[in-house]
């Protein structure tokens, strides 16, 4: 929806890392030699979704550093779509911390760019994602089709607004949430489940190429019946438009993991690494895990789950790795050119 | 001479030549392949159909615009003339998510046209609007000029020697300015085939129905994909270069004919 003012803005911030550079460093070699340590800043780059949490993550982690340490940090955070997101930093993004969508996108960046090493998702608990999230059905206020599962999404007539799996991450989760149930019903197999996403694409007029663009077709254009959505952006949605929505858990879907990693050549070139692990541990603590439970993702912690436990309503959840054995063969089977996804779509 | 050289080859020169040497990574075959995907033909197909649809719409409308601005005076004139350029100072994407808002199902034009059973947005159709809307301002700036050059006197003496309306615009007017015509014709048709903010909302994306060149190369490069990409790049390069130099070639041919 903003797709250029978005691009303006990290433009913006890339100026800001540039300007900030030789402060940074000064400050880093500093604060090593017990002085009164200089102010430093980090960039965090993420994905679409997770502005406001970041924005409240930030501030509190600042005011943690400082009370630690007495370093002053200004955190900068820049959103766009995931894959987007990591081309940016590919490309020289002075990312110190990226919390993107999905593994494969990190991934890349270990593979490409070789700023981080390859097992980078062993080096944090829990795959590397201090919280998580699921796909839901978001339908319009009172359910007026009667939609209650995956199988309801391809009735005559019903249209379904999801965005491109090529170019979202948001849109993979969905689109592998749909496999995952028609592959596990009864006599499901691989055939099978093509033969349901096949129908079920043939039930989406748009494909926007972002999460929030397919959001606006649905909730201001009135496109649609159904909108296949992140749970988080789902609860969001009603905070956003007001309470025109329900939101339906299918009876299986899947278990999304946004991981977050430490770009290590960046934050070894600018000194920040120290601040930047601290970020991430930071994530998993108590109270930062309450933040995520607060901006509707699932939190790790056993505290905030408990605190949160009647928001996120339990429903089985299948893993990338158990399901599709790991991003890179669900990204080289589904979504690459001549895939799946792209199969479905010929004649 | 020198230094216009180097600008024009650190602005326009080296981006290209980087364009032109890129998709050969893939070898002769791989970008052909490239090239011949289904997917990308219709994409092509789309993306130039359109363009040339929406280049010919603004040629009729921009001359009706320009002809109004130069001929008539009316209340609001002045007006009229500043609005013209109103798409090209626009972000394309707020003009793409206002047109969309217009088209759509739930938007007043979009109801409309929805009731007769037309489908605007999300449709190849609503590519044409956004690419219509884009390209307006080039055809009236090129021909505004040259029709307020025109020489009354001629079309003075034509009516004299009993030309009739019709005889005087198809026989004197529209002879005179062809040409510019022609140039901002192409300059719109360029534009929108290059266009990817204003459309990207509109067009609804569906592949091999509504999926516009430029998201292709968007798509291959989410796929860290840059030689392919490329590739289309350079497709879509080519193919605009050569509707160009033709629609050029045209042009000086009717000059030259105009003058003869």
């Given at each position: 929806?903003?797709?250029?003012?978005?691009?303006?803005?990290?433009?913006?911030?890339?100026?800001?890392?540039?300007?900030?550079?030789?402060?940074?460093?000064?400050?880093?070699?500093?604060?090593?030699?017990?002085?009164?340590?200089?102010?430093?800043?980090?960039?965090?780059?993420?994905?679409?979704?997770?502005?406001?949490?970041?924005?409240?993550?930030?501030?509190?982690?600042?005011?943690?550093?400082?009370?630690?340490?007495?370093?002053?940090?200004?955190?900068?955070?820049?959103?766009?779509?995931?894959?987007?997101?990591?081309?940016?930093?590919?490309?020289?993004?002075?990312?110190?911390?990226?919390?993107?969508?999905?593994?494969?996108?990190?991934?890349?960046?270990?593979?490409?760019?070789?700023?981080?090493?390859?097992?980078?998702?062993?080096?944090?608990?829990?795959?590397?994602?201090?919280?998580?999230?699921?796909?839901?059905?978001?339908?319009?206020?009172?359910?007026?089709?009667?939609?209650?599962?995956?199988?309801?999404?391809?009735?005559?007539?019903?249209?379904?607004?999801?965005?491109?799996?090529?170019?979202?991450?948001?849109?993979?989760?969905?689109?592998?949430?749909?496999?995952?149930?028609?592959?596990?019903?009864?006599?499901?197999?691989?055939?099978?489940?093509?033969?349901?996403?096949?129908?079920?694409?043939?039930?989406?007029?748009?494909?926007?190429?972002?999460?929030?663009?397919?959001?606006?077709?649905?909730?201001?254009?009135?496109?649609?019946?159904?909108?296949?959505?992140?749970?988080?952006?789902?609860?969001?949605?009603?905070?956003?438009?007001?309470?025109?929505?329900?939101?339906?858990?299918?009876?299986?879907?899947?278990?999304?993991?946004?991981?977050?990693?430490?770009?290590?050549?960046?934050?070894?070139?600018?000194?920040?690494?120290?601040?930047?692990?601290?970020?991430?541990?930071?994530?998993?603590?108590?109270?930062?895990?309450?933040?995520?439970?607060?901006?509707?993702?699932?939190?790790?912690?056993?505290?905030?789950?408990?605190?949160?436990?009647?928001?996120?309503?339990?429903?089985?959840?299948?893993?990338?790795?158990?399901?599709?054995?790991?991003?890179?063969?669900?990204?080289?089977?589904?979504?690459?050119?001549?895939?799946?996804?792209?199969?479905?779509?010929?004649? | 001479?020198?230094?216009?050289?180097?600008?024009?080859?650190?602005?326009?020169?080296?981006?290209?030549?980087?364009?032109?040497?890129?998709?050969?990574?893939?070898?002769?075959?791989?970008?052909?392949?490239?090239?011949?995907?289904?997917?990308?033909?219709?994409?092509?197909?789309?993306s130039f159909g359109a363009a040339a649809i929406a280049a010919a719409a603004d040629a009729v409308l921009g001359l009706i615009v320009a002809w109004a601005i130069v001929r008539y005076?009316?209340?609001?004139r002045r007006l009229l003339d500043a609005l013209v350029d109103l798409p090209f100072a626009l972000?394309t994407?707020?003009a793409?998510?206002?047109l969309?808002?217009?088209?759509?199902?739930?938007?007043?034009?979009?109801?409309?046209?929805?009731?007769?059973?037309?489908?605007?947005?999300?449709?190849?159709l609503?590519v044409v609007l956004a690419l219509t809307f884009i390209g307006l301002p080039f055809v009236v700036r090129a021909v505004q000029p040259v029709l307020e050059e025109v020489?009354?006197?001629?079309?003075?003496?034509?009516?004299?020697?009993?030309?009739?309306?019709?005889?005087?615009i198809v026989?004197v007017v529209l002879p005179a300015i062809l040409p510019a015509i022609l140039g901002g014709v192409g300059l719109a048709f360029a534009r929108a085939v290059g266009e990817?903010g204003s459309v990207?909302?509109?067009?609804?994306?569906?592949?091999?129905?509504?999926?516009?060149?430029?998201?292709?190369?968007?798509?291959?490069?989410?796929?860290?994909?840059?030689?392919?990409?490329?590739?289309?790049?350079?497709?879509?390069?080519?193919?605009s270069?050569?509707a160009l130099l033709a629609l050029n070639l045209v042009q000086t041919w009717l000059t030259?004919?105009s003058?003869?």
């Open positions: 929806m903003t797709h250029d003012i978005r691009h303006l803005s990290r433009r913006g911030l890339l100026g800001g890392a540039a300007l900030a550079g030789p402060a940074v460093l000064a400050g880093g070699g500093l604060a090593m030699a017990q002085g009164a340590p200089k102010p430093a800043t980090l960039l965090n780059v993420s994905y679409d979704p997770t502005r406001e949490l970041y924005k409240e993550i930030n501030a509190a982690y600042a005011k943690f550093w400082k009370e630690k340490t007495g370093q002053t940090l200004t955190i900068q955070q820049s959103h766009g779509g995931s894959g987007k997101q990591a081309r940016s930093v590919i490309d020289g993004l002075q990312a110190d911390i990226v919390t993107l969508a999905l593994a494969y996108d990190i991934d890349e960046i270990a593979q490409k760019a070789k700023l981080l090493p390859a097992n980078w998702q062993s080096r944090l608990p829990q795959n590397s994602a201090p919280y998580t999230s699921t796909i839901v059905l978001l339908v319009r206020k009172g359910n007026p089709w009667k939609i209650r599962d995956w199988g309801d999404l391809v009735k005559p007539g019903i249209e379904v607004i999801t965005p491109n799996p090529k170019t979202s991450g948001g849109a993979r989760w969905n689109y592998l949430a749909a496999w995952a149930w028609a592959l596990k019903q009864p006599g499901g197999s691989p055939a099978k489940a093509e033969a349901f996403i096949k129908e079920l694409f043939q039930h989406v007029p748009i494909l926007d190429t972002g999460a929030r663009g397919s959001l606006t077709t649905f909730a201001q254009r009135g496109v649609g019946d159904v909108f296949l959505s992140w749970e988080n952006e789902a609860f969001l949605s009603n905070e956003e438009f007001g309470p025109k929505f329900d939101i339906v858990y299918p009876s299986l879907s899947i278990l999304a993991e946004p991981p977050v990693a430490v770009v290590d050549k960046i934050v070894d070139r600018r000194k920040t690494r120290t601040i930047a692990e601290g970020y991430l541990n930071f994530l998993y603590s108590p109270l930062a895990q309450d933040l995520t439970g607060k901006h509707h993702y699932r939190p790790r912690g056993a505290q905030a789950q408990a605190k949160y436990a009647g928001k996120f309503k339990k429903i089985p959840l299948v893993t990338i790795d158990d399901t599709f054995g790991g991003w890179t063969k669900a990204q080289k089977t589904h979504f690459a050119d001549g895939g799946v996804f792209d199969r479905i779509y010929r004649p | 001479m020198a230094i216009t050289l180097t600008w024009l080859s650190l602005i326009v020169l080296i981006p290209l030549a980087a364009l032109v040497i890129k998709p050969w990574e893939l070898g002769l075959d791989g970008v052909w392949r490239t090239l011949t995907d289904d997917r990308v033909v219709a994409a092509f197909r789309l005076s009316f209340p609001g972000p994407a707020v793409g998510i206002a969309t808002a217009i088209y759509a199902p739930n938007g007043p034009l979009g109801a409309l046209f929805a009731q007769v059973g037309i489908k605007t947005a999300y449709s190849p609503g020489d009354r006197e001629v079309e003075e003496a034509a009516r004299t020697l009993g030309a009739t309306d019709y005889q005087r026989r990817y990207i909302f509109i067009a609804g994306n569906l592949p091999m129905v509504s999926e516009i060149a430029p998201l292709l190369i968007i798509i291959k490069l989410e796929q860290f994909d840059y030689a392919g990409a490329a590739a289309v790049g350079l497709g879509m390069l080519v193919i270069f050569v030259r004919r003058r003869g």
